[in-house]
């Protein structure tokens, strides 16, 4: 079993910065990748970016590519979305999750790919 657990959330201002983190911790940690999804109220589930856990190749979603970045610390079991330049669309409940098999590149942008999840962290921008 693998426990993912999120923590960096809160209020910012539009224009603001926040750091969010998750660590992984349970049995062995082997990951082919680890994602970030976000879900706000009344809407779907959707993603935000991921990272191929070995290699580091990253994945964005096209409403946050160049303004969020994603990236790893394998040592610490660790993934972290830095996130600038917030707007108030980007309020939501922000999960990170861990998938354990290796899948084709697109198959990242996916919830099915993912095996685990934490229990998320809410982020709030105001306008």
């Known amino acids: 079993q693998v426990q993912l657990v999120e923590s960096g959330g809160g209020l910012v201002q539009a224009g603001g910065s926040l750091r969010l983190s998750c660590a992984a911790s349970g049995r062995t940690f082997s990951s082919s990748a680890m994602g970030w999804f976000r879900q706000a109220p009344g809407k779907e589930r959707e993603f935000v970016a991921a990272?191929?856990?070995?290699?580091?190749?990253?994945y964005y979603a096209d409403s946050v590519k160049g303004r969020f970045t994603i990236s790893r610390d394998t040592a610490k079991n660790t993934v972290y979305l830095q996130m600038n330049s917030l707007k108030p669309e980007d309020t939501a409940a922000y999960y990170c999750?861990?998938?354990?098999?290796?899948?084709?590149?697109?198959?990242?942008?996916?919830?099915?790919?993912?095996?685990?999840w934490g229990q998320g962290t809410q982020v709030t921008v105001s306008s």
């Open positions: 999750a861990a998938a354990l098999r290796n899948y084709a590149s697109q198959t990242y942008y996916s919830m099915r790919a993912y095996d685990y």
């Open positions: 990272i191929k856990w070995t290699i580091g190749f990253t």
